[in-house]
């Protein structure tokens, strides 16, 4: 029998689910256009598309180099209106024949493009006129959206339309973040043929804020202009209430299915939702947290928890939460007697671990012993002995924690006891 991936089709369930229904847009750079890697990925935006998720694409043209792109005059913008048509046939053909050799080879698709941008000129800068370079004016989100509606893939080339009826060259990254930022879009898709973000250890930069989007534009000087234009967009992005930008290196096949359908995700995702905010654990986290540590239960890492004791206690918990998920969770059981109280489950799914989630819970609940005027926090830990070293934590006695506690103590787990004075 073939080999089926239950848990990658369990694990992307939730996703499929969640994205039903939103809007996507997705900026396409004339550099991914031209490259290999075309036809695999309109057979990933037409899956997408399936699974019930609108996509509009924001098409560049690569004709000009959009840092240096300087005036455009009537020769260069019949070019550029060459170049379009041409990017746009290759595409349209494509997502005709985009699903042939697959189990969806009936699946019909059908793009729709049209004059859906009203542009006006930029005019004059520093004294020149720019002529045929114009920007954003409106963009034409009722027709749009009747076209997503009735399943129509939006395509957008960087031309948009004045109502004195000429035409002008919008940049196309910034067209994409106006298009976005105009109407309600959930996402805002980056596909460069720009490697990773990286992190100063050398790890895929999975999640931004905006203020640490801020920082990486002023600190790192080594990025390059189209990766700075990416991360000022997102910015620009979420600020207009666009809820999540991903920037996706298309150098990696199956990319966006990635990016979209696994917690691990495939590139860098900004958003000013604050991802790392731990929050209070609610009763539909029960079980998102079950699963967190079940398999360390199982493996005799953490100490097993029913479902009932975990409802009894939630009001211990607390959570961090990123789309949806439960991907990191700790319980500080207060003993008000003995003035101290136990840090316990404490646990970061393994694709999110080395990200500080274990610390900030960590700090999060030691702060709040300290508020309910404890004097010492303990843990009993099995293999996490250093971790605990490194925060402070010091090896004491079980004679050490509350007689209740020790009562309930597992001698064959042989966990050690730590303790942090407050
Ligand atoms: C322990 C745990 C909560 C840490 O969470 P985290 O978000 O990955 O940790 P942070 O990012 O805040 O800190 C990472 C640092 O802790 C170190 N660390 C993580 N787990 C460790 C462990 N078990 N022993 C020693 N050091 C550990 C990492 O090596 C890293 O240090 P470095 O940057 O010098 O390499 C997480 O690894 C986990 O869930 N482990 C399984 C459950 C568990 O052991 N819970 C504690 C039992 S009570």
């Known amino acids: 029998m073939e080999s089926f991936d239950i848990a990658t089709l369990r694990a992307a369930a939730p996703y499929i689910y969640a994205h039903q229904g939103s809007t996507f847009v997705i900026s396409l750079p004339a550099e991914v256009i031209a490259s290999d890697a075309l036809s695999d990925l309109i057979q990933d935006l037409a899956l997408m598309q399936t699974l019930g998720i609108k996509l509009i694409i924001v098409y560049g043209t690569g004709v000009f180099n959009r840092h240096t792109l300087g005036v455009i005059k009537q020769t260069k913008m019949r070019q550029l209106q060459h170049t379009i048509g041409e990017q746009q046939t290759r595409l349209e053909a494509l997502f005709s024949t985009g699903l042939v050799n697959t189990p969806m080879a009936g699946m019909k698709l059908t793009t729709v493009s049209g004059n859906f941008v009203v542009a006006k000129p930029?005019?004059?800068?520093?004294?020149?006129?720019?002529?045929?370079?114009?920007?954003?004016?409106?963009?034409?989100?009722?027709?749009?959206?009747?076209?997503?509606?009735?399943?129509?893939?939006?395509?957008?080339?960087?031309?948009?339309?004045?109502?004195?009826?000429?035409?002008?060259?919008?940049?196309?990254?910034?067209?994409?973040?106006?298009?976005?930022?105009?109407?309600?879009?959930?996402?805002?898709?980056?596909?460069?043929?720009?490697?990773?973000?990286?992190?100063?250890?050398?790890?895929?930069?999975?999640?931004?804020?905006?203020?640490?989007?801020?920082?990486?534009?002023?600190?790192?000087?080594?990025?390059?202009?189209?990766?700075?234009?990416?991360?000022?967009?997102?910015?620009?992005?979420?600020?207009?209430?666009?809820?999540?930008?991903?920037?996706?290196?298309?150098?990696?096949?199956?990319?966006?299915?990635?990016?979209?359908?696994?917690?691990?995700?495939?590139?860098?995702?900004?958003?000013?939702?604050?991802?790392?905010?731990?929050?209070?654990?609610?009763?539909?986290?029960?079980?998102?947290?079950?699963?967190?540590?079940?398999?360390?239960?199982?493996?005799?890492?953490?100490?097993?928890?029913?479902?009932?004791?975990?409802?009894?206690?939630?009001?211990?918990?607390?959570?961090?939460?990123?789309?949806?998920?439960?991907?990191?969770?700790?319980?500080?059981?207060p003993y008000q007697q003995e003035h101290c109280a136990e840090l316990g489950s404490i646990a970061v799914h393994k694709e999110f671990q080395h990200e500080g989630h274990g610390t900030l819970l960590m700090e999060f609940l030691e702060n709040k012993a300290r508020k309910l005027a404890m004097q010492s926090v303990f843990v009993l830990t099995t293999r996490a002995l250093h971790w605990f070293y490194e925060n402070g934590y010091k090896k004491c006695p079980l004679d050490t924690i509350p007689v209740h506690r020790q009562q309930m103590h597992d001698m064959q787990r042989n966990s050690s006891v730590l303790v942090k004075s407050l």
Request: charged share 25%; glycine share 6%; with cysteine.
């Open 122 to 333: 930029i005019g004059i800068l520093a004294g020149v006129d720019q002529q045929y370079r114009g920007e954003v004016r409106r963009i034409e989100t009722t027709a749009i959206r009747q076209q997503l509606e009735i399943n129509n893939i939006v395509l957008l080339s960087s031309l948009g339309y004045s109502p004195s009826g000429e035409c002008f060259y919008i940049d196309e990254f910034q067209l994409a973040a106006n298009v976005a930022a105009s109407m309600p879009s959930e996402k805002l898709i980056f596909l460069s043929q720009e490697k990773a973000l990286l992190d100063s250890r050398k790890q895929r930069l999975k999640f931004l804020n905006l203020n640490d989007t801020d920082k990486l534009l002023k600190r790192r000087k080594s990025l390059s202009k189209s990766m700075r234009t990416y991360l000022e967009l997102a910015i620009q992005a979420c600020v207009s209430q666009v809820q999540r930008t991903h920037i996706l290196s298309c150098s990696q096949t199956g990319v966006l299915l990635q990016e979209l359908f696994s917690h691990a995700g495939a590139g860098t995702l900004i958003s000013d939702h604050h991802y790392d905010e731990i929050r209070p654990a609610k009763i539909n986290d029960v079980g998102g947290i079950q699963s967190l540590i079940k398999p360390l239960e199982d493996e005799g890492i953490l100490l097993a928890r029913s479902t009932e004791q975990i409802e009894r206690e939630l009001d211990h918990y607390v959570v961090i939460e990123r789309d949806g998920f439960v991907i990191a969770c700790a319980a500080l059981i």
